[in-house]
């Protein structure tokens, strides 16, 4: 090889700047980065004060800027610093936490239900109507709507200190029922279980500003920001999949 060959190929080697120029540019990566985060934040779906009267728009940037931003990083560091746990997805994660570290119950369950939380909100009118087949179901289930959302509303305020409301399909029937911290209806050890149509975050983090110790009046107001429409989507996957 002749001497100035040698000198470019060393110094391509040695990542001297100058010469290194003269390599061929690196192809772009076909892949995400080794250091990207196993899970992320998305966007709200909506302004932050979109939800106002109902839920404050400060509460909603401190909720989804601050509280879920902290369950996501959580996570991403408890899968992180267990092997075993990298690439799997939520829902493995959420199925096994029985023998999982507390951290990915906590923060697992954490990301997966707000994430399901702000998409079952909508600004006021936007939210749509129960579907033909879901207000079927309610009115089997649970008599009427209006009984419904007694029940769920039950759940929420009866639910001691901070955890979640839910109405659940749970294979052949709607069910409502309540989850402690950040556990959900789809843990492996969570004594009803099914899939979630309908979810509300019942911790004061989600009413305090506005609403203070009055958990009953956010659980009343909060049907007026309620996305009937995801609640239907949710349905029907849940009810198509079941079949
Ligand atoms: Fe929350």
């Given at each position: 090889?002749?001497?100035?060959?040698?000198l470019?190929?060393a110094?391509?080697?040695?990542?001297?700047?100058?010469?290194?120029?003269?390599?061929?540019?690196p192809?772009?990566?076909?892949?995400?980065?080794?250091?990207?985060e196993?899970?992320?934040l998305?966007?709200?779906?909506?302004?932050?004060?979109?939800l106002?009267?109902?839920?404050?728009a400060?509460?909603?940037?401190?909720?989804?800027?601050?509280?879920h931003?902290?369950?996501?990083?959580?996570?991403?560091?408890?899968v992180?610093?267990?092997p075993?746990?990298?690439?799997?997805?939520?829902?493995?994660?959420?199925?096994?936490?029985?023998?999982?570290?507390?951290?990915?119950?906590n923060?697992?369950?954490?990301?997966?239900?707000?994430?399901?939380?702000?998409?079952?909100?909508?600004?006021?009118?936007?939210?749509?109507?129960?579907?033909?087949?879901?207000?079927?179901?309610?009115?089997?289930?649970?008599?009427?709507?209006?009984?419904?959302?007694?029940?769920?509303?039950?759940?929420?305020?009866?639910?001691?200190?901070?955890?979640?409301?839910?109405?659940?399909w749970?294979?052949?029937?709607?069910?409502?029922?309540?989850?402690?911290?950040q556990?959900?209806?789809?843990?492996?050890?969570?004594?009803?279980?099914g899939?979630p149509?309908?979810?509300?975050d019942?911790?004061?983090?989600?009413?305090?500003l506005?609403h203070?110790?009055?958990?009953?009046?956010?659980?009343?107001g909060?049907?007026?920001v309620?996305?009937?429409?995801?609640?239907?989507r949710?349905?029907?996957?849940?009810?198509?999949?079941?079949?």
């Open positions: 090889m002749p001497m100035f060959a040698r470019a190929a110094a391509v080697a040695l990542s001297l700047p100058g010469l290194a120029l003269a390599a061929p540019a192809a772009a990566p076909a892949q995400a980065p080794a250091s990207a196993p899970f992320s998305a966007p709200l779906p909506y302004a932050y004060e979109a106002e009267p109902v839920i404050d400060q509460t909603m940037r401190i909720h989804h800027g601050k509280h931003q902290g369950y996501v990083n959580n996570l991403n560091a408890a992180k610093a267990n075993a746990l990298q690439g799997k997805s939520l829902e493995a994660l959420l199925a096994d936490v029985a023998s999982l570290p507390p951290a990915i119950r923060n697992g369950g954490g990301h997966y239900n707000h994430t399901l939380f702000w998409k079952l909100m909508a600004p006021a009118g936007q939210g749509g109507e129960p579907s033909p087949a879901l207000a079927a179901q309610i009115r089997k289930d649970f008599g009427s709507l209006e009984a419904f959302k007694e029940a769920f509303q039950a759940a929420g305020a009866q639910r001691f200190g901070s955890g979640w409301a839910w109405l659940i749970t294979g052949d029937r709607l069910a409502v029922t309540s989850t402690p911290n556990d959900n209806p789809l843990m492996g050890d969570a004594p009803v279980k899939a149509v309908i979810a509300n019942v911790w004061e983090h989600a009413y305090y506005k203070q110790n009055n958990r009953a009046g956010y659980l009343s909060w049907w007026g309620l996305n009937w429409n995801e609640a239907n949710l349905f029907e996957a849940a009810t198509r999949k079941g079949k």
